[in-house]
Each structure stands twice: as structure tokens, then as C-alpha cells.
């Protein structure tokens, strides 16, 4: 009866996201490269320091890409390993502990074994111990045909916890393209410079942080600095080996940094900042989603979040998701449907709303915001998509715990 409900559940999310339109399957047979930052916050993403703009590179790529500039991260304990099961399953991440190291044996509808069964090359690449995170475990079990960890890359940059992104993105495309010449692939990278403690040796720093000089903070902006001077050189190398017409390029951040000091937010911003912004500064991360020929450009800003990723790449391939248990929305579905993203502490918002819980939980103690005035209203404005959002976290809680997929009708 309980296992009915859920398939009832998944059977409506997947008709309201198969929309077939002009963008479903428009980039088909194209490479995927889809990077998963670390740390990488949304609020510094435009900014300036002294006069210098933080992210050049990214803001550059905007301009020819689809920027969501209402992304949120929705992990959990798991930290990094959350936004990658998150991402390429399209499920939340547990209420404790990883995914990846308390059910890697159990069945998921992931990116790279669907990409995998249409053909591609599919390879994850990550600079630091295979063991971290489980990752070794859980990457073969989800398909990817290589898993390249640190053991393979020459440390030829040694920079905080292992190599630096620059080298880590050069030898990674090298990987890429040159040990085996196969197209399509599906490559997931994941970056580890801008991890905490974030603090770089003076000669790679090039960013002036003035004030924030020596504190967490500034190091912090520093750090993210040189990871994008990294993404600069690896367009660059792309579209030296050929790669920037025929494959579609995500980037996204995997939650947010260590820094939590309201005093560093304001001072950087230049303003006071509310419980509401301080909640959307901490969760929110930018996504960008660049596609062959600079086809789709522009700022969406309806909200979205890690559990979008599978069901929007697999649309722009021409994938239909109607067989999968995935739960995120389809971000190139239109606007006719309202995007409820809700993230593991409980919080979640849709396109007027935001919901921050109260640590006992219980829901009349949270505040509802409206995002029009930014003002808290009476919780009750919540409660329908309070409801639902902790439907969601149930549900994918189940799915997890339980295998489901292992046993749902259709699977082997
Ligand atoms: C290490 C890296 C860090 O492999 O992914 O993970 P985090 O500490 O951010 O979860």
C-alpha cells in the first residue's frame, strides 16, 4: 500500500517533467562535463573586491550560458559525497551520515549507468584518495566506467589537500581525450583547492582581498579566486582539443563554505543582512549550464537545486526520465509548473515563498518568508508546501533505506 503511494508519487513528478518542447534532445549525442566545485558560493558571484571582479572567468561564461541564480544546495551530513548522490540520482541525501558510505549496495537510477546503457563513456575524476567518501564503492556501482583518483594524476601542483585545480582540469581533459579517443562521454569532475582552510602560499595568491587580508574570509575569496583562473584555462583547453561545440558544460558549487560569521557577509556586501538572506547566502550555490554554440543564455531565476541536475542534462539529451525514480524538477520544462526545492535541514522554497525551520522542528516555530517583500507572514502561508516537502524527504528517505529500486516492477 505504502510502496503504491511512493510509485504514485514518482509516476506524477515524472509526467509534470518529461515535457518534450524544442530544448528535449536538442543537444543529443553530445559530451557531458559536469563539475562539481567545491564550496563554491552564489554570493560572491558578480562581486567585487577593490575594484576586481572574483569570479572574471565564470561571470564571463554567464554571459553565454544559462546562470540559475536561484540554486540551492540540498545536502546534508554527507557534505560533498550529498550534492553528488543528489545530483546524479536526483534524490536527498540521508538525515545522517553519507549515502555513499551507508548504502552504496543499493539500487539508484544515476546519470552515468543511464548515459552508460546510450552509449558513452562515462568517468569521474577526483584528485584525493579513492576511499574518501566511499567513493571507490560507490562509483563502480553506479557505473562509471573509470574512476581516476589521485594515485593517477603527477602531484606537478602541490596545493592544499592535494593537487591544484589547474593541473587537476589540464590532466583531467588529458584523461579525457587522449587515453581513450571515445565520444560521447560523460565526465564528472570534482575540484578540492577551494576547501577549507582555504589558505593558498603567497605565490598563487592574486586576488588583493584588502581588509579580509589573513582572515578566514578573505582566504577564503582568495581560493575561489585561483579556481577561476582554473575554469579560465580549462575553457581554453577545450576549445583547443575541439570540446566547446559538441559538449554541454555544467558547473555547479556542492555546498557552502565555513565561514559563518554574519559580520564577514555584511561587511563584504556592504549591507545588513537579515535571517532570510543570511539562510540564501549560506544555501545557495551557482549553477551554470553552458550548451554547444552558446544556444541557451540568460538569467533563470526560478528556483532550483542539486536534484535537478539528472532530469534537466538527460532533457537536453533527449533522454526521457519517465522510467526513473527521480524526484528534482526539469529545469527546462517551462514556467507553467511552480519548482518546490527543498533541502535536507527541512528549509525549502518555491517561487514566492522561503521556509526556515525552527531548531525543535516543529513547524508553527519556523518562519515563513515571502519572497516578494521579504517579510515573515503567518506560518499557515507554508503549510501546503510544507507538507509536501517533507513528503519528499520521506519518501526518498524510504527509497534509500529500504531499496526500493531494487525491487520496483520493470527492474531486473
Ligand atoms: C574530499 C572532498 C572533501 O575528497 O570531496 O569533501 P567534504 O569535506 O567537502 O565533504
Not at 582540469?169 to 560523460?186: A, G, I, V
Not at 579566486?225 to 561545440?245: F, N, P, Q, S, T
Not at 560569521?261 to 544555501?283: R, V
Not at 525549502?348 to 525551520?357: A, C, R
Request: hydrophobic share 35%.
Amino acid at each position: 500500500q505504502e510502496n503504491d503511494e511512493i510509485q504514485q508519487w514518482f509516476d506524477a513528478a515524472s509526467l509534470s517533467r518529461n515535457t518534450r518542447n524544442e530544448t528535449f534532445g536538442a543537444y543529443a549525442g553530445s559530451n557531458v562535463i559536469v563539475i562539481q566545485v567545491e564550496a563554491f558560493m552564489n554570493f560572491m558571484i558578480g562581486q567585487k573586491i577593490n575594484g576586481e571582479e572574483i569570479t572574471p572567468n565564470f561571470n564571463k561564461l554567464m554571459k553565454d550560458s544559462l546562470y540559475f541564480s536561484n540554486f540551492y544546495h540540498q545536502t546534508g551530513q554527507g557534505r560533498t559525497s550529498d550534492a553528488d548522490f543528489s545530483a546524479q540520482s536526483s534524490l536527498h541525501p540521508l538525515p545522517t551520515g553519507s549515502v555513499f558510505v551507508r548504502y552504496p549496495d543499493h539500487k539508484f537510477d544515476v546519470m552515468p549507468q543511464i548515459l552508460k546503457s546510450s552509449g558513452y563513456k562515462t568517468e569521474a575524476f577526483h584528485a584525493y584518495e579513492g576511499s574518501f567518501w566511499n567513493r571507490f564503492n560507490m562509483y563502480k556501482a553506479m557505473g562509471y566506467d573509470n574512476f581516476y583518483t589521485k594515485k593517477d594524476f603527477k602531484i606537478d601542483e602541490p596545493l592544499g589537500w592535494s593537487l591544484g585545480d589547474k593541473s587537476f582540469f589540464r590532466q583531467s581533459l588529458d584523461f579525457m581525450t587522449k587515453t581513450s579517443e571515445q565520444q560521447p562521454f560523460y565526465s564528472f569532475m570534482i575540484t578540492l583547492t577551494s576547501h577549507h582552510p582555504y589558505s593558498l602560499p603567497a605565490k598563487v595568491q592574486s586576488l588583493d582581498v584588502g581588509e579580509f587580508k589573513g582572515s578566514i574570509f578573505g582566504n577564503y575569496l582568495e581560493s575561489i579566486h585561483y579556481v577561476d583562473e582554473a575554469l579560465g584555462e580549462l575553457i581554453e583547453d577545450m576549445k583547443r582539443d575541439g570540446l566547446w561545440d559538441n559538449t554541454i558544460l555544467v558547473l555547479y558549487g556542492d555546498h557552502d563554505n565555513s565561514v559563518t560569521d554574519k559580520g564577514d557577509y555584511e561587511k563584504f556586501l556592504g549591507k545588513s543582512l537579515t535571517e532570510l538572506d543570511m539562510a540564501q547566502i549560506m544555501n545557495q550555490v551557482p549553477l551554470l549550464v553552458h550548451v554547444p554554440k552558446d544556444e541557451l543564455t540568460g538569467i533563470e531565476e526560478q528556483p532550483s537545486g542539486q536534484l535537478d541536475l539528472a532530469p534537466s542534462i538527460l532533457h537536453l539529451l533527449g533522454i526521457s526520465t519517465e522510467p526513473f525514480s527521480m524526484m528534482g524538477n526539469n529545469l527546462f520544462a517551462g514556467h507553467e509548473q511552480e519548482h518546490l526545492v527543498v533541502q535536507r535541514s527541512g528549509a525549502f522554497s518555491n517561487d514566492k515563498l522561503y521556509y526556515i525551520p525552527s531548531d525543535d522542528q516543529l513547524f508553527q516555530n519556523g518562519t515563513c518568508y515571502d519572497l516578494g517583500t521579504r517579510e515573515p507572514v503567518d506560518v499557515q502561508k507554508c503549510r501546503v508546501a510544507y507538507d509536501e516537502a517533507n513528503k519528499r524527504l520521506n519518501i526518498s528517505d524510504k527509497v534509500i533505506t529500504y531499496d526500493l529500486l531494487a525491487t520496483k516492477s520493470g527492474n531486473p
